[in-house]
């Protein structure tokens, strides 16, 4: 079983939904988590960081960790065709846990019909 | 805003060559890392440094090689290439543990 599990989509949604994008993990040392999102052809891009658990929001972006379910979710709301890309989940641990690496979810892809 | 760049952006070569890929960053970050991103098997991590002379294996060092002799430089050499490691290699940093990784763009490598 992979340490973050990401449903790969491909997810395809109207213009102007709200769009839920969302992770498993399985290692409870997790503690930083993120979004980022890619574009065809270019880099990740960061979306969104949060510490440990909660709420975070930025624009049109809702991150939350749920570290007692270890589930986190990505929500977008009024989604633009511009949304259109690759997201992906990822997360490291914290103190003698944290080594710097990321766990990267698969990505799902999503598309925003106009 | 020069950011982190990877050169080149496309590369094609054959079987058995040596290829180096370049990673330059201007944050000054202490971490480096290098990534393949293959379909079906999303990011994995190759190599990371986590400063100037420190490198350590991630998820799929066989292969490659890497240098850190400097902060800003992290090169990515296959020593000899195989058809298998035809992907799309990422370079990122982050200033610190605990801190996002930023991204390159990536370059495209295929090998005949």
């Known amino acids: 079983q992979k340490e973050v599990e990401q449903d790969p989509g491909p997810l395809s949604v109207p213009e102007g939904a709200i769009v839920s994008l969302n992770c498993t993990y399985s290692?409870?040392?997790?503690?930083?988590f993120m979004w980022y999102r890619q574009y065809s052809r270019k880099g990740p891009e960061l979306l969104m960081y949060t510490y440990s658990s909660g709420n975070k929001e930025d624009g049109r972006f809702t991150a939350q960790v749920d570290k007692s379910s270890k589930y986190i979710s990505l929500f977008i709301r009024d989604s633009q065709p511009s949304d259109s890309a690759t997201y992906l989940c990822a997360m490291m641990g914290h103190g003698s846990s944290n080594t710097g690496k990321l766990i990267f979810g698969q990505g799902t892809t999503l598309q925003v019909k106009p | 805003d020069a950011g982190i760049t990877q050169s080149p952006r496309y590369k094609i070569t054959e079987t058995g060559r040596q290829v180096t890929l370049m990673c330059h960053q201007t944050?000054?970050?202490?971490?480096m890392f290098w990534y393949r991103q293959d379909l079906g098997h999303g990011l994995r991590l190759i190599y990371y440094?986590?400063?100037?002379?420190?490198?350590d294996k991630g998820e799929v060092p066989d292969g490659y090689v890497v240098s850190r002799s400097k902060t800003e430089n992290f090169p990515l050499t296959l020593e000899s290439a195989t058809r298998s490691q035809t992907s799309v290699y990422f370079c990122?940093?982050?200033?610190?543990?605990?801190?996002?990784?930023?991204f390159g763009d990536g370059t495209r490598l295929s090998i005949l």
């Open positions: 440094s986590a400063a100037a002379d420190i490198t």
């Open positions: 990122a940093s982050s200033v610190d543990r605990g801190q996002p990784q930023h």
């Open positions: 944050w000054s970050h202490s971490y």
């Open positions: 290692n409870s040392a997790f503690q930083y």
